[in-house]
């Protein structure tokens, strides 16, 4: 049994763990176990969903290609059937396996996030753009959510006939590089003015009020901006800003993007979106909706950076009585200390406090 | 405080004439000095100088809010940044160059030797050819010479160093410039100073 007065000390990311899954589960998301390991079937078919397209894989007991799970979302959309009119909310935090681009080195990634699949509509949208703004503003004061919509941006492209073209006019949006997007109108004349309209969404810098307004104005898919215009009027504008530099796959994602940041972080550290396409796909007819959290990358902006190693260090040397000793540090630890007890005080341990029961030396006993 | 990284040499420093034009004046930055930070508290900026292609190893982890990179770099290791701005300085162009007699065979597999081998992988598979990159980091132009290669992709600026070893310039993959890029985290928490000094050299590129 544990000492029920023993403080809990928990790092950074795990007291962000704890704190999101009360999240999640107060909205009736409910916690979902994975296996870490998935056939690769799985995985070869939507490699470009991954973030990184490189799986590692083993071969297990009967031949079977497996992989390390490098993605939760692919998995828990498999095991969750389609229900009519309802939809399964699930929440989770889990490790996944990934094989570092540049350096191809093997990662490790701690997971949190959620997904909410079935028969999702503006309620559950909205709902789980609230919580991605709630995981933010768990984890730090100072984050913002960005929120895009593929709908928005789909019908700009719709006026661009080569997909070559289209691919880098969205490439060149999610690095924010209008004149890229305006240089192709040389290229392609007759997709003038979808180029024009996307280089504009691109340059897009204003309030979410302007923002909107300036989209109604440019004649923007009608359905998607009330969707939009619906979701960030329940989010907090100090948090929640309509950015479409945030793009994700169009294979998969028909719907709001979301991207996280917090502050002191260089990367962002949530994200996510409306994946509907990813289940029709694999052959689905529910649509889905989710988010992830990447808890790795809070590890730096979380760290524990405390004065002291442990509170009190108790000295004791071959003559002591040990009950007489582990009684003391017992007593020690319910006022609340930690204590660590030594024979020798090692070189660069840094204490509060030091006691000597050294009887031999003379010590004092304070 | 807004982290400014500047490509260390002469394309460094004429960028940070228009930085100083914009407003974020650091006047220290020029003297002659081995120190690698410069802080200005009253312009509110602290710039230093890296290896030119290090410049988005520092703006993608956040070390720099913002920064000045090749095109070439960019492209090369492709970061997760955003390009603001194309700053019209620094401008070259990404070649295929071979020795002037060089006639190429399209029935075996072509030797390239580059300091850029993703855009030389990504340029060659657009046309469908099959190539073997010989990686280089220095004295590119020597690989041809030697017959260790058939052809190089590298920067030329003015087409010196390819005619004193006599090799010319047979394709033009791509021209360069050096582009303002930033940090996507920083861009959300220091967006009106990022967006100032975009506009304002903005304004000095058009002009």
Not at chain 1, 38 to 60: M, P
Not at chain 1, 161 to 189: F, M, V, W
């Amino acid at each position: 049994m544990p000492d029920m007065n023993t403080k809990i000390e928990l790092k950074g990311e795990e007291k962000v763990i704890m704190a999101l899954r009360s999240l999640y589960t107060s909205y009736g998301y409910r916690p979902y176990k994975m296996s870490r390991f998935e056939e690769y079937d799985l995985y070869a078919g939507n490699k470009d969903f991954l973030v990184s397209g490189n799986v590692i894989t083993f071969t297990d007991t009967d031949g079977k290609l497996m992989a390390l799970k490098p993605d939760v979302t692919l998995s828990i959309v498999r095991s969750v059937r389609d229900v009519r009119n309802s939809v399964s909310r699930i929440c989770y935090d889990e490790n996944v396996y990934r094989v570092s681009d540049r350096s191809g080195t093997f990662r490790e990634i701690m997971q949190a996030g959620l997904e909410c699949i079935g028969d999702v509509g503006l309620l559950e949208l909205a709902e789980v753009a609230v919580l991605a703004q709630k995981s933010l503003t768990t984890i730090s004061e100072k984050s913002v959510l960005t929120i895009s919509h593929m709908g928005i941006i789909e019908a700009f492209l719709k006026g661009i006939s080569s997909s070559e073209i289209a691919e880098e006019a969205i490439s060149a949006l999610s690095s924010r590089n209008t004149q890229a997007i305006l240089s192709l109108q040389q290229k392609a004349p007759e997709a003038s003015d979808s180029l024009e309209s996307l280089a504009h969404l691109c340059s897009m810098t204003g309030s979410n009020k302007e923002v909107l307004a300036e989209l109604e104005t440019m004649g923007a898919d009608s359905t998607s901006l009330k969707e939009l215009k619906t979701v960030v009027s329940l989010l907090d504008p100090k948090v929640a800003r309509i950015d479409f530099t945030a793009v994700g796959g169009m294979k998969y994602y028909n719907g709001m993007v979301f991207r996280g940041y917090v502050e002191g972080v260089p990367a962002a550290v949530l994200s996510g979106g409306q994946y509907d396409r990813l289940l029709q796909r694999m052959g689905r007819k529910s649509r889905a909706v989710g988010f992830a959290v990447y808890l790795d990358a809070l590890e730096r902006l979380l760290e524990d950076r405390r004065e002291f190693d442990v509170d009190v260090v108790l000295l004791y040397d071959a003559s002591a009585d040990i009950a007489q000793v582990l009684k003391r540090a017992r007593a020690l630890r319910e006022g609340g200390m930690s204590v660590m007890v030594l024979r020798q005080v090692p070189e660069g341990l840094r204490y509060r406090d030091l006691v000597d029961l050294g009887t031999k030396r003379g010590g004092r006993d304070a | 405080m807004l982290n400014i990284a500047l490509p260390k040499g002469r394309l460094g420093e004429k960028v940070y004439t228009m930085f100083d034009k914009a407003g974020f004046r650091c006047p220290d930055i020029l003297s002659d000095s081995r120190k690698l930070v410069f802080e200005s508290i009253s312009s509110g900026v602290r710039y230093f100088w890296v290896k030119p292609s290090d410049v988005t190893v520092y703006v993608e982890r956040g070390a720099a809010d913002i920064g000045v990179a090749g095109k070439d770099i960019i492209d090369e290791y492709t970061p997760d940044i955003y390009e603001l701005l194309d700053l019209k300085v620094g401008k070259c162009r990404m070649c295929v160059a071979a020795k002037k007699d060089f006639r190429e065979n399209p029935d075996v597999t072509l030797r390239v030797a580059t300091k850029f081998s993703t855009i030389a992988r990504r340029y060659y598979s657009s046309i469908g050819r099959e190539i073997d990159i010989i990686p280089l980091n220095g004295s590119i132009e020597l690989a041809p010479v030697l017959g260790m290669s058939d052809v190089i992709v590298d920067i030329v600026e003015t087409g010196t160093t390819l005619k004193e070893n006599g090799l010319e310039v047979f394709q033009t993959i791509m021209p360069i410039s050096a582009r303002l890029i930033s940090n996507k985290a920083a861009f959300e928490f220091k967006k009106d100073e990022i967006l100032k000094i975009q506009n304002r050299m903005s304004a000095m590129v058009e002009a």
